[in-house]
């Protein structure tokens, strides 16, 4: 896979508008951009407040799914309601009897476009974030096993995916922006995400703790038990990692004074592509062992 998917993508969709803006005008990709980012508001408000609204006035739970699902589907209303009247805004502001139509096309068109495409990126930069975190908590989590120890030239590589998310957040200033827009990929959360994940088997409770990186947040009392809470013991019966890293009391302890600088600057792949190394292959059986 190319480790360079996300920024060849970003760079491709940059050529793309602006080409088309030089060419066709830039009302149409603006007007998408702008309602984009008040479709994207309203699906925050809507997974960041709802809960709160519907605990205190209806005593009812949502789960991370119904959330999601509402907050995309109102977000889509939106962006369609919205476009509209952007448009026409747009038409009048850049239409051809204003002194502003020298943006609509042409090199400056192709300029302005760099807005919308930006919007276009984050939103795609959100997607391969996410994508990559659940995909390392999914790896983290065959790897916070027991018996783990065993499975030694068996176990996959690190997923592409994370790789992906490590080469968005090395590009300056992304990783600020997108915590603020990305509930479930913030190193601290996903971190501290991971090491309930890892304390769940011997052979990585062991190496994890021992390990100059990792070790701090492994004997942090305040993650130690954290797989005894209820919320928390759902989400690891169920697999459900984007739960477990949504997990409030897990985002709290992730937010301690104590911890979050550790979990905020671990790298965690290192550890795990070492931890992996260590495994020993099992032995052939089909090779008998020499007699004495």
Not at 110 to 126: E, G, H, K, Q, R
Request: net charge negative.
């Amino acid at each position: 896979m190319n480790d360079s998917l996300p920024v060849s993508l970003a760079i491709l969709i940059l050529l793309v508008n602006a080409i088309y803006s030089a060419k066709w005008g830039i009302l149409s990709i603006l007007a998408a951009g702008i309602a984009t980012v008040v479709a994207v508001a309203m699906f925050l408000l809507v997974f960041h407040f709802l809960p709160a609204l519907t605990d205190t006035f209806f005593d009812l739970a949502l789960g991370w799914k119904t959330l999601t699902l509402i907050g995309t589907i109102v977000a889509l209303v939106v962006f369609v309601l919205v476009r509209f009247p952007i448009v026409w805004g747009l038409q009048r502001l850049l239409g051809p009897d204003s002194k502003l139509h020298v943006f609509a096309d042409g090199f400056a068109g192709a300029a302005l476009s760099l807005l919308p495409s930006a919007i276009v990126i984050l939103f795609l930069f959100s997607c391969f974030r996410i994508g990559g975190t659940i995909r390392e908590l999914h790896y983290v989590a065959a790897l916070g096993r027991e018996g783990i120890e065993n499975m030694g030239g068996k176990i996959p590589p690190y997923p592409d995916a994370g790789i992906w998310r490590e080469q968005i957040e090395s590009l300056p200033g992304i990783t600020v922006v997108l915590d603020q827009v990305d509930p479930i990929s913030p190193a601290e959360y996903r971190n501290a995400a991971a090491v309930v994940l890892l304390d769940q088997a011997s052979a990585t409770r062991l190496y994890f703790s021992e390990q100059e990186e990792t070790k701090a947040v492994f004997s942090s009392p305040l993650l130690r038990d954290l797989d005894q809470e209820p919320s928390i013991q759902v989400a690891l019966e169920k697999q459900n990692r984007a739960a477990l890293v949504l997990d409030s009391l897990l985002r709290e302890k992730a937010q301690d004074s104590q911890l979050f600088p550790a979990l905020k600057t671990l790298q965690l792949r290192p550890v795990l592509e070492r931890f992996v190394e260590s495994l020993t292959p099992p032995a052939d059986p089909g090779i008998p062992t020499p007699s004495n």
